[in-house]
């Protein structure tokens, strides 16, 4: 079984997470996306999105993040993604919250645009009105999580219990950690954060998003929240 994948990527780390901690035996194939690997014609011809990760399993791929953590969950009957109905939808449900409100305004919105050039906006009027926008709306989301979703009384998004909503939505808020984000305000969020710090695969899961995203930016000036 092959991923097609690049360590730094914000939706390929959840997998490699979950491959970690189920120890799943994975053949990962980098995709240099810094030098557009992703876009050239060998790659675009087993995934015209031109994005990763991709799956391959025999002949069988399957692309986007969200469902390739369900399908390998699902295959090795992984503890992160509970059986029961209910519990399962709840997993889902968060998966899709991440998903659609606070990746899209907090990485596509304030973060990208600060640190990859295709992703700014216009000229610097409109850039900055961009900004202050995705600002306000990730704080929402933020504020969200930290009192909603986490809360005083849980120790995962999904209440006690670690899932694949978990892997997911760690590293898309660490993602902040580029542009150096305080979230100093979310006592929750940073409790939960520490707890997903903690896990024994973490660190080296994530060691070339460190090294090679976060560590490329330290002395960069950046606008937070």
Known sequence: MKLYFHPVSTTCRPIMLLAAAENIAIDYQLVDLFSGANLKPEYLAINPNGAVPLLEDGDFRLAESSAILKYLAEKYRASSYPADAQARARVNERMDWFNTGLYRDLGYGLIYP??????????????RAHLAWSRAKAKHWLEILDRNIIGAQNN?????ELTLADFMG???VTLGEVIRLDYSAYANVERWLATMKALPY????????????????????????
């Open 170 to 172: 760690a590293c898309y």
């Open 202 to 225: 973490w660190a080296k899961t994530n060691e070339a998003f460190y090294a090679h995203f976060v560590g490329a930016y330290k002395d960069k000036p950046f606008e937070g929240l």
């Open 114 to 127: 600060q640190v990859i050039e295709a992703h700014r906006k216009g000229d610097e009027q409109a850039h």
């Open 156 to 160: 995962f998004v999904c209440g006690k």
